[in-house]
């Protein structure tokens, strides 16, 4: 029976906004380090805006790059490591060339006769990279927003600002790049009017955007003397309601005249609300007598954000599913403010719990001694029935808790000298039959390097995997056991999809791995997920360019089919969220993942006649934005509670798991905005029954 015609689709139109999660402020100039310590104790902001800045590169005279630029007196990149060692996250900025044809955009951003150019701009991000590698290497890999200053009239698909939007491209292409020298690779995003973007998305789809929406502007200027926060509290400066009420847009990214890609929503990390020229905290307030370092300063921009720390935009909590059990558990990570006191002090850290329906714990136990870095990967092993949990300390050093009945045993593993973990964050690992463990990190050279241990054996120390082969600076590998082999999936320098493995009785760890795909069709810093059903098969799943979740397999005999994409055109995902997949039966898999209008889908892959294939996606219920009216909340000793009004982050994690009773069980890393900001949680559901979205305590 032939299926029913889908009714004709009418215009795009962009998903509902939603609230920001977190405040923050930028300044020109960076203030003193006490200054930003007692900020961060008294009021709510979590996050600052820095301007990267530095010297020329050398050989190129000062007139090649922006005043600001080369600004030697801004002194962010002097204060960075206080400012976060204080716990506040950071956002890079770096004013690059605007528009000459929109006169919004102040001169000093112009560009020269003869610019901008493709050149120009690969100079630019040499010079980003230079100022980071040379500075501050320790945020090699971190996010930063190139500055445009244009209204929102700019119109980059316009014959006049071609050269400009070649120029933004050959940036962003060469800031991703390693060099010169040792600059490291960064990825790169815009701080603009968010529709600005459209032209450069289609592009890269995996820019990262920080919206400038003014919300309070005084008249003739986007400049206002009124606060978004109440000047007359007496101990703390807090943004938020009713003093402002900001939400963040997604920028709907339509195809250019012509086109027939269909549209899609592109998440801000973060947005501009306010140009705030008085002082903060205002002359004379109560807080000034309360905290007299607190000096009135001014002026100040105040943003909002989905993430934390938006130079790694990673967002609250982390969280992995710990299956295997009659209730649906997972692991959470949850930041940990900093302490202050000198030797009784504690710096920002990472808590770990283990939280369920029925009851939480035991706990994972993190000390100052040992504190998990904030926003770390968290890994449960082996997948079916965790009995591990993998994470990193500072430095990305890995740690390992075992749970042995009810108590959990900490293993530091070793490191070797002279080698250092990336920045950004890799951690992969799979359990044997025989009950050994292995683990799989990335080093700053983008080196994969592996670890082992027997059942009850001592961790060996790293080494290298895959010969001499380079993984790309913005990627992480993924894991499966099949059988007597250890299958490792990764993205190399090209962005091509490499396979790389060892069996038992082999030379540990192995040289050996074969390129899947030359085409290299999926995005360079999405998630991987990797899967073995059955000792002849292996699963890899990506994010495409084109935003659909994409598919190679393996099969023994036979090789590699290359990556190829699942669902309709239409089915499109968020670049940056994680997704998840689990193994339910050898010819059955499930895989959830986040679209790009926020909705949780649900995709099945069956192998029928020798061949994996999937349904179209079958979307999740959504959380109900409010409680029914007869609602009552549960027991203050419940682990749980009804979700009601969250919402699932772009930027957050997915997971899933099985119980012992057979059912499969989602959780996602969400948030609730309100009053000052909001609170990060692990929201979940079965994917089977009725029962509603709940949220871990």
């Given at each position: 029976m032939p299926l029913p015609a889908r009714a004709p689709a009418g215009p795009p139109v962009p998903a509902p906004r939603i609230a920001p999660y977190l405040f923050g402020f930028d300044r020109a100039e960076a203030p003193a380090p006490g200054w930003l310590t007692e900020l961060y104790d008294a009021s709510d902001l979590r996050f600052a805006g820095a301007y990267v800045d530095g010297p020329p590169v050398a050989g190129h005279p000062p007139g090649s790059f922006t005043i600001s630029a080369r600004s030697p007196d801004r002194h962010w990149m002097d204060r960075l490591d206080a400012a976060s060692a204080a716990g506040w996250g950071t956002v890079f900025f770096y004013i690059g060339y605007s528009s000459p044809h929109d006169t919004s955009a102040h001169p000093s951003t112009h560009p020269p006769a003869g610019q901008p150019t493709q050149e120009r701009g690969r100079l630019h991000a040499q010079h980003i990279k230079t100022i980071i590698g040379t500075r501050n290497p320790g945020?090699?890999?971190?996010?930063?927003?190139?500055?445009?200053?244009?209204?929102?009239?700019?119109?980059?698909?316009?014959?006049a600002e071609q050269p400009m939007r070649d120029y933004y491209l050959a940036l962003c292409e060469e800031l991703t790049l390693p060099g010169p020298g040792a600059a490291p690779p960064m990825r790169p995003g815009f701080y603009l009017h968010s529709p600005v973007a459209v032209p450069l998305l289609r592009i890269r789809p995996d820019l990262f955007v920080w919206d400038v929406e003014i919300d309070v502007f005084d008249a003739g200027t986007t400049d206002t003397v009124v606060p978004p926060f109440d000047p007359a509290h007496p101990t703390r400066i807090e943004v938020g309601e009713p003093r402002t009420s900001v939400t963040l847009r997604p920028t709907l990214v339509t195809p250019p005249p012509g086109g027939a890609a269909p549209a899609w929503n592109a998440w801000p990390v973060g947005r501009q609300f306010r140009f705030y020229v008085a002082h903060m905290p205002q002359r004379r307030a109560p807080i000034t007598r309360v905290r007299r370092s607190l000096t009135p300063t001014t002026p100040i921009d105040f943003d909002c954000s989905l993430v934390r720390n938006p130079a790694f935009p990673v967002a609250e909590p982390r969280v992995t599913a710990f299956g295997g059990r009659p209730d649906p558990q997972v692991v959470r990570g949850?930041?940990?403010?900093?302490?202050?006191?000198?030797?009784?002090?504690?710096?920002?850290?990472?808590?770990?719990?283990?939280?369920?329906?029925?009851?939480?714990?035991?706990?994972?136990?993190?000390?100052?001694a040992l504190a998990v870095e904030p926003d770390a990967p968290i890994v449960a092993v082996p997948p079916e029935r965790p009995a591990v949990v993998f994470s990193q300390l500072r430095g990305g050093v890995p740690v390992e808790w075992r749970l042995q009945r009810d108590a959990w045993v900490r293993t530091v593993l070793p490191t070797l000298t002279g080698i250092s973990a990336r920045r950004i964050r890799a951690l992969a690992a799979a359990g044997q039959s025989d009950r050994s463990v292995h683990l799989f990190t990335v080093s700053s050279e983008q080196?994969?390097?592996?670890?082992?241990?027997?059942?009850?054996g001592p961790w060996s120390e790293p080494a290298p995997m895959a010969g001499d082969l380079r993984l790309h600076p913005f990627g992480s590998p993924a894991v499966a056991a099949r059988g007597r082999t250890v299958e490792v999936v990764f993205l190399d320098r090209e962005s091509r999809l490499v396979n790389a493995w060892w069996s038992r009785g082999g030379e540990w760890p192995g040289k050996a791995h074969?390129?899947?795909d030359k085409?290299?069709?999926?995005?360079?810093?999405?998630?991987?997920?990797?899967?073995?059903?059955?000792?002849?098969?292996?699963?890899?799943?990506?994010?495409?360019?084109?935003?659909?979740?994409?598919?190679?397999?393996?099969?023994?005999?036979?090789?590699?089919?290359?990556?190829?994409?699942?669902?309709?055109?239409?089915?499109r995902l968020t670049p940056h969220a994680r997704f998840a997949a689990q193994v339910v039966t050898p010819e059955l898999v499930e895989v959830c993942a986040l679209t790009h209008r926020l909705q949780p889908v649900?995709?099945?892959?069956?192998?029928?006649?020798?061949?994996?294939?999937?349904?179209?996606?079958?979307?999740?219920?959504?959380?109900?934005?409010?409680?029914?009216?007869?609602?009552?909340?549960p027991a203050r000793e419940s682990p749980v509670e009804p979700a009601y009004g969250w919402v699932f982050n772009p930027f957050g994690d997915t997971t899933l798991g099985r119980t012992t009773t057979g059912r499969s069980f989602v959780a996602f890393s969400a948030y609730t905005g309100g009053k000052a900001g909001g609170r990060a949680a692990a929201v979940a559901r079965f994917l089977d029954g009725d029962e509603e979205w709940w949220l871990y305590r």
């Open positions: 945020w090699a890999g971190g996010v930063v927003m190139i500055d445009n200053e244009n209204s929102a009239r700019l119109d980059l698909d316009s014959r949850t930041f940990a403010e900093p302490a202050r006191g000198g030797d009784t002090g504690t710096p920002p850290m990472m808590l770990l719990h283990l939280l369920g329906l029925r009851r939480a714990g035991p706990h994972p136990q993190s000390t100052p080196r994969l390097h592996a670890q082992r241990r027997t059942a009850d074969t390129v899947v085409a290299a069709p999926l995005l360079p810093g999405g998630a991987l997920v990797a899967l073995a059903p059955t000792r002849d098969d292996l699963l890899a799943l990506g994010i495409g360019r084109d935003l659909r979740l994409h598919l190679a397999d393996y099969r023994a005999g036979r090789g590699w089919e290359p990556p190829r994409p699942l669902g309709r055109p239409e089915d649900v995709y099945r892959l069956r192998l029928s006649e020798g061949a994996w294939r999937s349904a179209e996606p079958r979307p999740l219920p959504a959380i109900p934005p409010r409680p029914p009216q007869d609602h009552r909340p």
